[in-house]
């Protein structure tokens, strides 16, 4: 059987802070080689030469000025015109991703968001859809977008982290109280902070048993 695909969605500012070689969602980072371990591949993404980041969509995102200016006020446009890139590319992949017997699709912090709004609005089934959201931020603004995102994967694998009342990542733009997703067919407590499971040796090895535990792959389609 083939590589499974896989496609990885950074968080909010991921080009200023990983912008180098090593970066987890870089072809050859220590995270991607943790998956190619597990018969996993890197999706191939357009490329655009006025980015250095080899074509990661998501640096779009990033990118946006929106982004930037509707932060502390409302940042669901950005996640929406992501969602939209997502969406696109996984359509005009649709063959190639079907015959592959599908894809997983790993998303951390509120890459997470990005990734729900693609599904949420996705008409139609592209093709079998496994999800993995690193530490991203529960929203009860977000709970109708979920839902609906929820009913359009195969599985969804929520891994989120113990943070201390002193961590920002508590108090910017997640809620109180539980850190699981209801939606979710799986939660999981990981190590490692908010992204240290994406890649500090420390951490990185958890995804050991986390991609064991997936569900067996789906035979590939006919060619």
Known sequence: MPQQPYIPIAGTWARSRHDHENAWYRRGSPFDRVMAGHGYERVEQDRDPNRPDDGYWSGAVNGLLIQWVAWWRDRHPAWRTGGETLRGFLRARRRELDESGG??????????????????????????????????????????????????????????????????????????GPRTLDVAHRNR??????????????????????LSDLPPRIAAGPA
């Open 103 to 176: 894809v997983t699709i790993v998303a951390h912090s509120h890459g997470g968001q990005v990734l729900a709004y693609a599904l949420a609005e996705m008409h139609a089934d592209v093709c079998p859809i496994h999800v993995v959201t690193v530490d991203m931020p529960v929203r009860r603004d977000m709970d109708g977008v979920y839902g609906r995102a929820a009913a359009r994967c195969r599985q969804w694998v929520h891994l989120y982290s113990k943070r201390g009342w002193k961590s920002r990542f508590r108090w910017l733009g997640n809620r109180f």
């Open 189 to 210: 407590k990981v190590t490692g902070g908010h992204s240290g499971i994406l890649d500090d040796a420390g951490h990185i090895g958890q995804w050991h048993d986390i």
